[in-house]
């Protein structure tokens, strides 16, 4: 799972890049940037396929489980969120706005960027604390993941507002798969380990191009939101990826990144570092019209890679000054010992997983493996 982690959130840090390449490339009505990103998208469900499998069978269990998760969430997201508001607030104050200005500002920061994640994810830990627990599993599976499908058949339909950030039960399917997965890991662990990788990217390969077959029909149908994560193809695309960085044979987490202690901070920390590449590029006079197309998304995926390794020596900055929490880092001692970076990972016991609730720190590697 510390794969998947690892290229959900460098992926998400990629897809906000364009802000700082570019403002054309945010343009998501526009075949390219458009496309581009969707092909990226597999990553916030995955993120959520990670939540919930570290969530496990907690949720309806112990009471004490949610209440942590939103102490380890919550609070670092509200430190980063006020602080990231700080400039819009303070030109607000200097312009004597009132009120209603500053709760606009609040809810821009809140569903309109990056961090509309935490707020959607708690939302579903909680809906699926205080009222799922009470229904049969395979009840709560189906009825989440019809849900998830009407987000999908809504970008046609336009019934709701499609924004994914404001799908309150987009999503929610995917905690419940990812917690099914940890419940029954060694039967799910027994037959992933019999799937070759390469039968697997064929299947991703397939399901990607139904991605880009969808956003382009939904981009002649005039939506402006073609790169939606919710689109009907997208569901597939994304487990197919997900199933690939289980049972792939190679380590794809750099040495020098603790996935598991860093990812939810660098999450937190990226549009800083985002920011200040774009007002870098702006002041050099580099915009990204003069490198044409291709140039613009080699620019854009570049750029990602660049706020990824600043927000990654950002958070272990934070760590080392004593501001773990600020970053989800809530640990006592230091990272676990490293391996290299690209080595194969050992083979691995069927033995099932521990309750999420500790802090034990499990090895990372292939299948049988978990967070």
Same mark, same amino acid.
């Given at each position: 799972?510390?794969?998947?982690? #690892?290229?959900?959130?460098?992926?998400?840090?990629?897809?906000?890049?364009?802000?700082?390449?570019?403002?054309?490339?945010?343009?998501?009505? !526009?075949?390219?940037?458009?496309?581009?990103?969707?092909?990226?998208?597999?990553?916030?469900?995955?993120?959520?396929?990670?939540?919930? %499998?570290?969530?496990?069978?907690?949720?309806?269990?112990? +009471?004490?489980?949610?209440?942590?998760?939103?102490?380890?969430?919550?609070?670092?997201?509200?430190?980063?969120?006020?602080?990231?508001?700080?400039?819009?607030?303070?030109?607000?104050?200097?312009?004597?706005?009132?009120?209603?200005?500053? @709760?606009?500002?609040?809810?821009?920061?809140?569903? *309109?960027?990056?961090?509309? #994640?935490?707020?959607?994810?708690? #939302? $579903?830990?909680?809906?699926?604390?205080? =009222?799922? +627990?009470?229904?049969?599993?395979?009840?709560? $599976?189906?009825?989440?993941?019809?849900?998830?499908?009407?987000?999908?058949?809504?970008?046609?339909?336009? /019934?709701?507002?499609?924004?994914?950030? =404001?799908?309150?039960?987009? #999503?929610? %399917?995917?905690? /419940?798969?990812?917690?099914?997965?940890?419940?029954?890991?060694?039967?799910?662990? !027994?037959?992933?380990?019999?799937?070759?990788?390469?039968? =697997?990217?064929?299947?991703?390969?397939?399901?990607?191009?139904?991605?880009?077959?969808?956003?382009?029909?939904? *981009?002649?149908? $005039?939506?402006?939101?073609?790169?939606?994560?919710?689109?009907?193809?997208?569901? @597939?695309?994304?487990?197919?990826?997900?199933?690939?960085?289980?049972?792939? &044979?190679?380590? @794809?987490?750099?040495?020098?990144?603790?996935?598991?202690?860093?990812?939810?901070?660098?999450?937190?920390?990226?549009?800083?570092?985002?920011?200040?590449?774009?007002?870098?590029?702006? !002041?050099?006079?580099? &915009?990204?019209?003069?490198?044409? &197309?291709?140039? *613009?998304?080699?620019?854009? %995926?570049?750029?990602?890679?660049?706020?990824?390794?600043?927000?990654?020596?950002?958070?272990?900055?934070?760590? +080392?000054?004593?501001?773990? /929490?600020? =970053?989800?880092?809530?640990?006592?001692?230091?990272?676990?010992?490293?391996?290299?970076?690209?080595?194969?990972?050992?083979?691995?016991?069927?033995?099932?997983?521990?309750?999420?609730?500790?802090?034990?720190?499990?090895?990372?590697?292939?299948?049988?493996?978990?967070?």
């Amino acid at each position: 799972m510390d794969r998947i982690r #690892f290229v959900a959130i460098a992926l998400i840090v990629v897809g906000h890049a364009g802000l700082a390449v570019g403002a054309e490339l945010n343009d998501l009505t !526009a075949d390219a940037p458009s496309l581009f990103y969707s092909l990226l998208k597999f990553d916030i469900i995955a993120m959520y396929l990670v939540s919930g %499998f570290l969530m496990g069978d907690a949720v309806g269990r112990s +009471r004490s489980y949610l209440l942590g998760r939103v102490r380890r969430t919550a609070l670092p997201w509200l430190a980063w969120v006020g602080m990231v508001s700080l400039p819009g607030a303070g030109a607000l104050l200097l312009s004597g706005a009132g009120v209603p200005a500053y @709760l606009g500002l609040l809810g821009t920061m809140t569903f *309109q960027t990056s961090y509309w #994640f935490i707020p959607n994810y708690l #939302f $579903g830990l909680a809906f699926m604390f205080l =009222v799922l +627990r009470w229904l049969p599993p395979g009840v709560t $599976g189906l009825i989440l993941g019809l849900s998830s499908l009407v987000y999908g058949v809504n970008l046609y339909t336009e /019934w709701f507002t499609s924004q994914h950030t =404001v799908a309150w039960f987009g #999503f929610m %399917f995917y905690l /419940w798969l990812g917690a099914w997965a940890r419940r029954h890991w060694p039967e799910v662990q !027994a037959r992933l380990s019999r799937v070759p990788w390469f039968h =697997v990217l064929p299947v991703v390969v397939l399901t990607g191009l139904g991605v880009a077959a969808e956003t382009a029909y939904l *981009q002649g149908r $005039g939506s402006l939101d073609a790169a939606n994560a919710l689109k009907l193809s997208n569901h @597939l695309y994304s487990v197919a990826w997900c199933v690939l960085l289980v049972v792939c &044979p190679w380590r @794809l987490v750099p040495a020098f990144i603790d996935s598991r202690r860093e990812s939810f901070g660098i999450y937190l920390a990226h549009i800083v570092p985002l920011t200040v590449l774009g007002l870098a590029f702006r !002041a050099l006079g580099w &915009p990204a019209p003069d490198l044409g &197309p291709w140039g *613009q998304l080699a620019a854009w %995926f570049a750029t990602g890679a660049a706020g990824y390794l600043l927000s990654a020596l950002l958070v272990k900055g934070l760590v +080392r000054a004593g501001f773990g /929490w600020v =970053v989800g880092d809530l640990s006592d001692g230091p990272p676990a010992p490293r391996s290299r970076a690209f080595s194969r990972p050992r083979p691995t016991s069927a033995a099932p997983p521990r309750p999420s609730s500790g802090r034990r720190r499990s090895p990372r590697g292939g299948v049988g493996r978990h967070p």
